[in-house]
Antibody, heavy 117, light 112 residues
Framework: EVQLVESGGGSVQPGGSLRLSCAAS????????MYWVRQARGKGLVWVSR????????SYADSVKGRFTISRDNAKNTLYLQMNSLRGEDTAVYYC??????????WGQGTTVTVSS | DVVMTQSPLSLPVTLGQPASFPCRSS???????????LHWFQQRPGQSPRRLLY???NRDSGVPDRFSGSGSGTDFTLKISRVEAEDVGVYYC?????????FGGGTKLEIQ
């Protein structure tokens, strides 16, 4: 069974840092692009970042560029999102997703990030 | 960025009746490879999104055939032929043709 399990969410003060992880199983992890998408409470879905199969290519939404870093460890079948200089507007459920260029077919269950003083 | 517009925000439907979810993009979603990267996702209450349809009209494994997708260029529609109680949730369209990928704001299906 294809599965993505996020972890690492929590509560942090503005300016703080968190590192999210996404453990993948049931498929050949190194064959897929991976994505992070977030959703503020009661709001819609917003793409945050993506990384290609081997980790050589990454992209970020303007709202997180310079503060967030996406990475992957294909030996551990794990995706990461290092989030620094967190702001209140980063408060959301963060989902990891499996995909290809232009598509996202499997989502994790999400991990909640709360940024508040 | 490509803007994806979905309306209405809420769609009340009687059980057993059809439902239609329009989605419009600010640019054509036909890719240089000839494919159209327009996908539909369902998010049931308290759950993560699940892809229903990819590239306009292709159903994902396990998706009932009462779900169908159509459209081209900038106008697309998800249809449910006969709404069931388990269909309650928010439906999002997403385009992957142009970078960055963008989602519509979603339409909430409610049973009336």
């Amino acid at each position: 069974e294809v599965q993505l399990v996020e972890s690492g969410g929590g509560s942090v003060q503005p300016g703080g840092s968190l590192r999210l992880s996404c453990a993948a199983s049931g498929f050949i992890f190194r064959s897929y692009w991976m994505y992070w998408v977030r959703q503020a409470r009661g709001k819609g879905l917003v793409w945050v970042s993506r990384i290609n199969n081997d980790g050589s290519g990454t992209s970020y939404a303007d709202s997180v560029k310079g503060r967030f870093t996406i990475s992957r460890d294909n030996a551990k079948n794990t995706l990461y999102l290092q989030m620094n200089s967190l702001r209140g507007e980063d408060t959301a459920v963060y989902y990891c997703g499996r995909g290809t260029p232009g598509d996202l077919d499997v989502w994790g269950q999400g991990t909640t990030v709360t940024v508040s003083s | 960025d490509v803007v994806m517009t979905q309306s209405p925000l809420s769609l009340p439907v009687t059980l057993g009746q059809p439902a239609s979810f329009p989605c419009r993009s600010s640019q054509s979603l036909v890719n240089s490879d000839g494919d159209t990267y327009l996908h539909w996702f369902q998010q049931r209450p308290g759950q993560s999104p699940r892809r229903l349809l990819y590239k306009v009209s292709n159903r994902d494994s396990g998706v009932p055939d009462r779900f169908s997708g159509s459209g081209s260029g900038t106008d697309f529609t998800l249809k449910i032929s006969r709404v069931e109680a388990e269909d309650v949730g928010v439906y999002y369209c997403m385009q992957g043709t142009h970078w960055p990928p963008t989602f519509g704001g979603g339409t909430k299906l409610e049973i009336q």
